[in-house]
Every structure is written in structure tokens, then in C-alpha cells.
């Protein structure tokens, strides 16, 4: 019976022991995810530096792409050493953030075949934001259809009451050319792709919810729909394009 009683009153300290230990894994897992995505921010815009280096790109790309990189290395001390930046936010006109993402991965997206195009119905679309995290989350937008869909990718901006909706398709995998799909480019693409854990789109919804929007994607054989929406600063002049 004593034995009994002992085993019944060491309960408490082992469920408090499991219960701390399993805080402590969870605590682990988020920061894991965190440096995986940070680090994954980090890659994007060396990627676009690497290929504009080899394609006579644009020096606005170059340069977005290192401010892009800047940014990534910021994120990735603040979530090793938990140096935390200010946030800059600031009204941030859409258009020619978008347009320079699109220029960033036209390299990319010629490497596999493929086209990227970019459609504006929405005049000077003003947010109110981060300049910098709405720019990384397009061109993981964009880079996800590259990669991931068909080779005509088209990024189209309209406005939609007082929110802007920014659509990023693509024409889906079937579509590809069989000599895309056997490419080196494109084997290597697959491979990373293995490694990956969704950690782009994470990034997308996280900056969507950090701007009162939203994200929302669809995926069939015919292609895939990337939709993100943002609440605009509503002006009647910005209605002008």
C-alpha cells in the first residue's frame, strides 16, 4: 500500500515533468520553423541574384534583389539572436513592387520555358504595410507558380470594392513541354522541392493576416489560382492609373 500511495503521489511531478518537456519540444519545433522559413527568405532573393548575373537583368532587379537579401538577413538574426528591427510601416504604392517582382524571376521563368506576364486593372492601389514583407511574399507567389505549375504564369492585379486582389496563375504541369520536364533546371527544381515544408506560403498568409487581408489557393490538373488580397488606402485619385 505504501508503494502504492508513492506511485499515486509522484502523479503530480511527472505529469508537470511531461508537461514541461513537451512545452520545451513545442518551443523547439516553432523555432525550427522559424529559421526554416527565415532561411528560406534568404534564398529567394540569392536566387534571383544568381540568375540575373548570368541573363543581363535589369540593375532594378539587382538591387531589389539585395534589399530583398538585406531584409532576409535581418529576419534571420532576430530569430537567432532575437535582435528585433523596427517595422517600417509606411503607404506602400503596389505597382511598381509588383512589377519588380516580376522582373526579378523573368530569368527564372525563361530558364524553364515558360513566360511570365503581369496585368494591372487596379490604378495606383496604395497599402499601408511593410514595403519589404509585401515584396517577399509576391515573389514567393510568383516563384511557387514557376516552379511548381505550368509554364505561362500571369500575375494580374484588379481592385475589388477597397481591397486589392492580386492573382498569380499558372497554366498547370501537364501543359509543360516534355523537354522542360527532363531539363536539369527543372530535376533540380524537383529535388529541392522535396526538401521544402510549404514554408513560402506560410509566409504568405502570415503577411496577408499581418495586412487585414487575406490568402487563398487553388490547385487542379488545368493549373493553379494564387489569390492575396489587401485592404487599399482609398483615394479617388488613385483610381487614375
Do not use: C, Y
Amino acid at each position: 500500500m505504501t508503494g502504492l500511495l508513492e506511485i499515486v503521489a509522484g502523479w503530480p511531478l511527472a505529469a508537470s515533468m511531461a508537461a514541461a518537456v513537451g512545452a520545451q519540444g513545442l518551443r523547439a519545433g516553432r523555432r525550427r520553423t522559424a529559421l526554416n522559413e527565415a532561411l528560406h527568405e534568404l534564398r529567394r532573393p540569392l536566387q534571383a541574384l544568381a540568375l540575373a548575373g548570368g541573363s543581363g537583368a535589369a540593375a532594378g532587379a539587382v538591387e531589389s534583389s539585395v534589399e530583398l537579401a538585406g531584409a532576409a538577413l535581418e529576419r534571420l538574426d532576430h530569430t537567432v539572436n532575437g535582435n528585433a528591427g523596427a517595422e517600417r510601416r509606411e503607404e506602400v504604392p503596389v505597382r511598381p513592387l509588383v512589377e519588380a517582382a516580376v522582373g526579378r524571376w523573368q530569368a527564372r521563368s525563361r530558364l524553364g520555358g515558360g513566360s511570365l506576364r503581369l496585368g494591372w486593372w487596379a490604378g495606383k492601389a496604395l497599402v499601408a504595410g511593410e514595403r519589404l514583407a509585401l515584396a517577399q511574399a509576391v515573389d514567393n507567389l510568383i516563384v511557387n507558380a514557376i516552379e511548381h505549375g505550368g509554364p505561362a504564369v500571369t500575375v494580374e492585379a484588379r481592385r475589388h470594392g477597397s481591397r486589392l486582389r492580386l492573382l498569380v496563375a499558372d497554366s498547370g504541369r501537364a501543359s509543360r513541354p516534355l523537354a522542360r520536364r527532363e531539363s536539369p533546371a527543372e530535376a533540380i527544381t524537383r529535388l529541392a522541392g522535396r526538401r521544402r515544408r510549404g514554408h513560402g506560403l506560410a509566409v504568405v498568409r502570415r503577411t496577408a493576416s499581418a495586412h487585414g487581408g487575406r490568402f487563398s489557393l487553388r490547385r487542379s490538373e488545368s493549373g493553379s489560382l494564387a489569390v492575396l488580397e489587401l485592404p487599399l488606402i482609398d483615394r479617388r485619385e488613385d483610381l487614375v492609373a
